[in-house]
């Protein structure tokens, strides 16, 4: 066994690396290139790697087989009867599953550590209205048209509509960076639309056990989960409080990454397996995690840590997803799974539309955002594998609802592109809430000495170590965000992005700035910057280094109060090495 789970991870990382390099070249979406390199090393291409669900009826008919090879037909039959009352204990699930299955976890996650009270307030419309009457818009249909249409009981039919009103948070949301459209007004509502879906989530799973027949909908289940769920809640918000007041400070003041790694993986897996003890689901206490980490002053340099490990199970995930797919569907049922395709995305962009049009949105601006959440999104996967493998659904409906699935997270990028080409005429309205950056927030509660770091390569790093050991609440901003990746780590505010633009300086804090260190190598780049600065907070004191003597004027100009030339400062090294000699 261990040397099969080294295979599959070396076969998918292999993979995954090919078709990002690949992916970067083509400037296409990495994620979709996942699902496709999944669906290409998966078993029903190159088979490479079988992931293929195992299903209760196809487990017992194997162990069927195997006993009346052995023993008498009256006691195969009740052997197998037996078996029936450890469905959950029966079921092998692969390696795959299991990787999955954890991707899931890390995104809930990461959608937990951004699941602040502030994002809450500015989106609470989008949210608790527009997202409760998509999702009602879009899974109260579709639960309609299995029950009575297509004959399925009630149970699996709920599923199914829970299934196809959640959208891809992730995808919907990377896509709209991508077209630079992610820090408008719409887009952040259509933000929140997504929000609600994921924590809906959580009492989605809750209530499998009650949809696939396994608990009694009595007073006595409602009731003991309540009380159960309550206590959890009570133990998330104890340890936010317990991190905000207490361990954030100290874990600050010691800088040991190593400690913060150890607590994040301790209570990732402790509060997962709490919820599991409770009860309730796993994805619950990724979740919680990821609330009881966020908000505090570390909360930024967890991001930073952690972006290696969802990255790699991100794609993983994804890789998985894609492998999962059968397309022996597509030969039996075309016709079905496009048709389906095609219905999906009209149903859940006219119930989006429908939505953000009551949440205020126009008409175009509600279709064309409407369509960025038209896909059937990555945690509804959570859901449908839990079908599968309790026996709700048969194999063939479970294969056309993933390639639904799958499909529409493919082609996300380009409703994205069109819905944003459709919502284009209509103005965009202005935020309600202006979102302040964390060390903005920061500099509004004290007087806190302040200095910026622009440019981090050898001397700025050099630099923002030395003014961090003096003391000083330093932020650096570097257009590279490799450059940058070091210093969030360490807990340290790391901006990305042009240091000539206003909202670069903004979120740096240059408003309250004391000082700032100008040290990119490039003097008509720093001249930009050095005007920037200075035009936004003429108070500071800018220190700027230049390459040539001649541009110390235009520099001293524009607003620096201190030039440091290289040419200058190398040659009075020389000279003073010449004079040496005599």
Known sequence: MPHLVLFHLTVILFAGFIVGWICKR????????????????????????????????????KIKQEVNENVDSTTAEELVVETKDEQMELIDK?????????????????????FT???????????????????????????????????????????????????????????LQDEGVAASHRAKGTLGVLLFQDVALVPMLLLVPVL???????????????IKTVIFCVIVVLGKILMMKHLAAKLAKMRAKQLLIALVLALLMGLCSLAVLFGLTPALGALAAGIVLGENRLTSQIEALFEPFSESFSAMFFISLGMLMDFHILQTHPWLCFGSL???????????????????????????????????????????????????ISDDPYHVILFLSVASMVIT?????????????????????????????????????????????????????????????VSVVDYSPINIYRFAQEGITAISGDASKPDILTKAGIEKASAVFVTIPDDMIALDIVRACHDMNPDCSILCRVRYNLNIKLLQRAGAD???????????????LVSGYN
Not at 360 to 368: C, E, L, Q, T, Y
Not at 562 to 576: P, Q
């Open 94 to 114: 692969t390696i795959m599953e299991c990787i999955a299955e954890f991707g899931v976890l890390l995104l809930l996650f990461s959608i937990g550590v951004e």
């Open 562 to 576: 201190m030039v440091v030339c290289e040419e200058t400062t190398v040659c009075n090294a020389l000279l003073k």
């Open 413 to 473: 990028p380009h409703l994205v592109k069109t819905g944003i080409w459709i919502s284009r005429s209509d103005v965009e309205p202005s935020d309600d809430v202006q979102t302040k950056s964390p060390i903005q927030q920061a500099l509004d509660s004290g007087s806190l000495d302040h200095v910026i770091v622009i440019g981090v390569g050898h001397i700025g790093t050099l630099l923002a170590a030395r003014l961090e050991t003096m003391g000083k609440v």
């Open 26 to 61: 083509l400037n296409v979406s990495l994620l979709i290139g996942y699902m496709l390199v999944g669906a290409i090393i998966g078993q029903d291409c190159f088979g490479l790697i079988d992931a293929k669900i195992t299903s209760k009826s196809g487990e017992i008919s």
């Open 212 to 226: 696939s027949g396994e608990s009694s909908p009595d007073v006595k289940y409602w009731f003991g989960m309540a």
């Open 342 to 392: 095609i219905a999906v995305i009209l149903l859940k962009t006219i119930a989006a539309a429908g939505s953000l049009k009551i949440c205020g949105f126009k008409n175009r601006s509600a279709v064309g955002y409407g369509l960025c959440v038209a896909q059937v999104g990555e945690l509804a996967f959570m859901l449908l594998m839990i079908a599968s493998t309790r026996n709700m």
């Open 117 to 175: 009270l502030d994002k809450m307030a500015s989106m609470s419309k989008y949210m608790f209205v527009g997202g409760a009457l998509q999702m009602t818009l879009t899974g109260v249909p579709t639960a309609l048209f299995f029950h009575f249409l297509a004959g399925w009981g009630w149970g699996i039919s709920i599923l199914v509509g829970f299934v196809f009103s959640l959208s891809s948070t992730a995808l919907a949301y990377k896509s």
